[in-house]
């Protein structure tokens, strides 16, 4: 019988997955159905009790029910626990098991597809919502020299920090305390770019920084893709990769099998232009 997996979320017509783990599927033939469920705003657990009811094995979690997931499950992962957020749960009887791939994804995006290990740099990460919070350990245990968390309201980088205290160097700041500094690798887990903004991050940040990833996907060269590059750094890069990275440890942690990122990386990727 063929196995039933879904992302679910509201709007859910723009989303990726469906394609991504079609993909995967055939690529390690394994024999799956992955729809997309439009859940009713508010109705997040009747929504994962029907498809648990009808059979299904797994879901990936989008705006705006990470947090109604994370409540929903019996079981969850450090990682979801931290990010106090899933989105990946993977159904066993009674059992809802919670976990948050977008971290290591986007470390794995990061270290193997651009080539850009972590370990002993010094990174800054823009923004502190549901994608920076599930970065932060992941982040952590690459070793960097240290993380640096800016945020608008100041208060939620330092509470970030502190959360990441006991699993490396990491601090929190505000913007303004940005200038003057110099980082190797800057992220940009704001959403300011899903509406062409710029969070106002000081250029000099990127004096000697080797990449500039956009945690965003398909938008393009963005407001904060063109600071970076005016500012001269070299390599540029969006959430794409990220993307198809936490769908590939999904999968992988509901099949038992990796599938390879390249050919969903090259069908979905927009020219940062
Ligand atoms: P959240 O809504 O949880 O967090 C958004 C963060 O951005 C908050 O810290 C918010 O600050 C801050 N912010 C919003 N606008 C501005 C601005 N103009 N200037 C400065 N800070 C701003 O969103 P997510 O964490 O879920 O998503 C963040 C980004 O990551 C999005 O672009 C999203 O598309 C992307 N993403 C990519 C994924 C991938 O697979 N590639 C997966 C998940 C997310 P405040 O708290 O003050 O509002």
Same mark, same amino acid.
Request: with cysteine.
């Given at each position: 019988m063929t196995d039933r997996y879904a992302v679910i979320g509201n709007?859910?017509?723009?989303?990726k997955s469906p394609l991504i783990h079609g993909t995967f599927a055939q690529a390690t033939g394994q024999d799956i159905d992955y729809t997309a469920i439009e859940g009713p705003l508010g109705g997040f657990a009747g929504a994962a009790d029907a498809f648990r009811a009808a059979g299904g094995l797994g879901l990936n979690i989008t705006a705006p029910f990470k947090l109604d997931a994370f409540a929903y499950a019996t079981e969850r992962s450090e990682r979801a626990q931290l990010a106090g957020a899933a989105n990946a749960m993977k159904f066993d009887g009674e059992r809802v098991l919670a976990e948050n791939f977008d971290g290591v994804g986007l470390v794995r995006d990061v270290?193997?597809?651009?080539?850009?290990?972590?370990?002993?740099k010094r990174v800054l990460l823009l923004g502190a919502g549901g994608a920076a919070r599930g970065a932060l350990l992941p982040f952590l245990a690459q070793e960097p020299a240290g993380l640096v968390i800016a945020h608008r309201s100041v208060d939620k980088a330092l509470e970030l920090a502190r959360i990441g205290a006991g699993h490396g160097a990491v601090r929190g700041c505000a913007y303004?305390? *940005?200038?003057?500094q110099r980082f190797d690798v800057v992220f940009n887990?704001?959403? @300011?770019s899903l509406r062409a903004e710029l969070p106002?991050?000081? @250029?000099?940040?990127?004096?000697?920084? @080797?990449l500039a990833y956009e945690? @965003?996907?398909?938008?393009? *060269?963005?407001p904060f893709l063109r600071l970076a590059q005016n500012a001269g750094v070299q390599q540029l890069a969006d959430g794409v990769g990220m993307l198809a990275e936490q769908a590939a440890e999904a999968f992988a942690w509901w099949r038992g099998v990796r599938p390879d990122t390249r050919a969903v990386i090259d069908k979905l990727t927009v020219p940062l232009v």
């Open positions: 709007p859910i017509g723009f989303s270290t193997h597809n651009l080539n850009q290990p972590l370990k002993g303004t305390d *940005l200038v003057g887990a704001t959403s @300011a106002p991050v000081p @250029a000099s940040v990127f004096a000697h920084c @080797a945690l @965003a996907y398909g938008k393009g *060269l963005t």
